[in-house]
């Protein structure tokens, strides 16, 4: 007797089951060996017929197949998110009555018809005074609105939609729905986590997965969902369908640089010959930037051919607790405005331009040797050793070149007991001929008492430290100052913040999230080694403060 495994396959309910040895029929060996029958006539629409399968042993089982999943003809978005089979049966869209608005915006960014309510809440949130799209919705979108009001999963989903909807291309090629974020983690933990949930979730998408990496999702169509960080030459050379770019105001290069522009600039063609969208999602931050500048020329601007939606958080996302927006509100009203009620902070710019720090940079050098002949001085921010980094800089002013020279900078990572870094700092300065350090008013006496116990005195400053930042901005565009090539110097350097000051004066700190321990030593010592007759004599340099 032959031994047989029989797979019966019920292909109208997706379904299947093993028959085992013990459970074989022995009629069913007489019916393998009779002649094969001639084919049935097409049989009338209905659930196909059961199919048998024998695998002879050693013969590994047939590969399971599976229909290609063909989403409707005329399919929209707002239609994936209504139906159970698809978006709409995630736990997220189950009940759509919270996501209203954001049922407007993809209705918008589609143009798909509006209700006389939904016109209104689209002029509301566009500026614009009537609701007039293009075919097939905009091409370009950006949408400004506070944070935990759900840009991201609504922007996951635009890509999903687009990436599942997608043609295949005539000749077999891949094409791309991107997702760019900060850097590679954010992607991947953010907006491709979203994107990936349905295809893993709901059955009719995952049988459309051909393959899966840790950053990307192929599926039959050939359409390659990708996660990126915002490195503008890794996208080059991609054809995509739809590209989505969350939280673009927050774009930053490892050396600080604002990233937003220059990203914009590399995916827009990768858009040119499909057709394809462009979605920015993000929070607003100063006024200036990409973000700043779409908002600027394309709010309320009727006709214009790129749609920006502002909004705040709860009108996004009526769910969020009102305690815990009041507490914001009470707690930092600045961050509040930006974050909750989607503004951008006013006053609010970069205060030293990447390309001239860059100048001043003398590249390959990290630290020079002491010169007998030469005069130093020194520069400390101090740190109770929990938090901030305790930071020490060394220089001197160079009468030939008529400029402050950055000799060595160092910087001691918390945790650390102060005492023994104030003894480990007060040894380079001394191996520099530098017996007096100057330094900002933290914990004064304690610095000042340590300090002493090396055998230094310590001088704090008189400026404070937006004084210092401002004097050092002009020794910059004037190329006034020669830095050491260090990288998290740079960052700092570029990185720092501009904010208009209520009485007039402007007050210059890190942004959110950052730090400029290394940044203050090396502004102070610079502009302490600058005499300032000097500079303004030579260079015409004229001062900040």
């Not at 707002?78 to 736990?91: K, N, R, V």
């Not at 949930?197 to 990307?216: C, D, H, N, Q, Y």
């Amino acid at each position: 007797m032959i031994l047989a495994t029989v797979w019966v396959r019920l292909k109208a309910h997706d379904a299947e089951c093993w028959i085992s040895e013990r459970d074989f029929d022995p009629s069913l060996h007489e019916m393998l060996e009779q002649p094969e029958p001639e084919p049935p006539p097409e049989p009338e629409p209905g659930p196909e017929p059961e199919t048998v399968v024998v695998e002879v042993e050693g013969t590994p089982p047939p590969k399971r197949q599976h229909p290609k999943p063909r989403t409707p003809k005329g399919l929209t978005i707002i239609g994936a998110l209504e139906d159970p089979q698809l978006f709409g049966g995630l736990p997220a869209f189950k009940d759509l009555s919270t996501w209203t608005a954001w049922l407007v915006f993809l209705k918008a960014t589609y143009g798909l018809p509006l209700t006389k309510d939904e016109v209104a809440i689209f002029c509301q949130h566009t500026g614009r005074a009537t609701y007039d799209p293009p075919y097939g919705g905009w091409r370009e979108v950006a949408a400004i609105v506070g944070r935990q009001s759900g840009k991201t999963r609504i922007s996951a989903t635009i890509a999903d939609f687009e990436a599942m909807t997608a043609p295949e291309e005539p000749d077999g090629s891949e094409i791309y729905a991107i997702l760019v974020a900060q850097d590679q983690r954010a992607s991947l933990r953010g907006l491709f986590r979203y994107a990936s949930v349905p295809f893993e979730r709901i059955p009719l998408l995952e049988r459309s997965v051909e393959s899966k990496k840790a950053a990307t999702l192929t599926l039959e169509t050939r359409c390659v969902l990708a996660a990126y960080p915002c490195r503008p030459q890794a996208v080059r050379g991609l054809r995509a369908r739809v590209v989505v770019c969350d939280e673009l105001a927050f774009y930053r290069s490892s050396e600080g640089h604002a990233r937003d522009l220059e990203m914009l600039r590399a995916v827009r063609p990768m858009l040119a010959t499909t057709g394809g969208k462009l979605i920015t999602l993000s929070s607003p931050y100063g006024q200036t930037g990409a973000l700043w500048n779409l908002h600027r020329k394309h709010y309320g601007v009727d006709g214009s051919d790129v749609l920006v939606w502002q909004a705040t958080a709860p009108a996004m996302n009526p769910t969020l607790p009102p305690d815990y927006l009041a507490r914001m509100e009470r707690e930092d009203p600045e961050a509040f405005a930006s974050e909750v009620l989607g503004q951008f902070r006013a006053g609010l710019s970069l205060l030293l331009d990447p390309d001239a720090v860059a100048d001043c940079v003398d590249v390959g050098v990290r630290e020079r040797p002491r010169d007998p002949s030469t005069r130093y001085q020194a520069f400390c921010d101090p740190s109770g050793g929990r938090r901030d980094k305790f930071t020490v800089a060394v220089g001197h002013w160079d009468g030939t070149s008529e400029q402050a020279v950055l000799d060595v900078v160092r910087a001691w990572a918390p945790p650390f007991d102060p005492a023994t870094v104030i003894a480990e700092a007060a040894e380079l300065v001394r191996s520099y001929g530098v017996s007096e350090i100057h330094g900002d008013r933290y914990a004064a006496e304690f610095v000042v008492s340590a300090w002493r116990q090396q055998g230094c005195r310590y001088t704090a400053s008189k400026r404070d430290r937006s004084t210092i930042y401002l004097n050092l901005l002009p020794l910059i565009n004037a190329q006034a100052v020669r830095l050491l090539e260090h990288d998290l110097l740079r960052r700092e350097l570029v990185s720092l913040e501009r904010r208009r000051g209520a009485a007039g004066k402007d007050r210059i700190d890190h942004p959110r999230s950052g730090h400029d321990d290394v940044a203050n030593s090396v502004a102070g010592v610079l502009t302490l080694c600058a005499n300032r007759t000097q500079v303004i004599q030579s260079r015409k340099v004229i001062w900040g403060c």
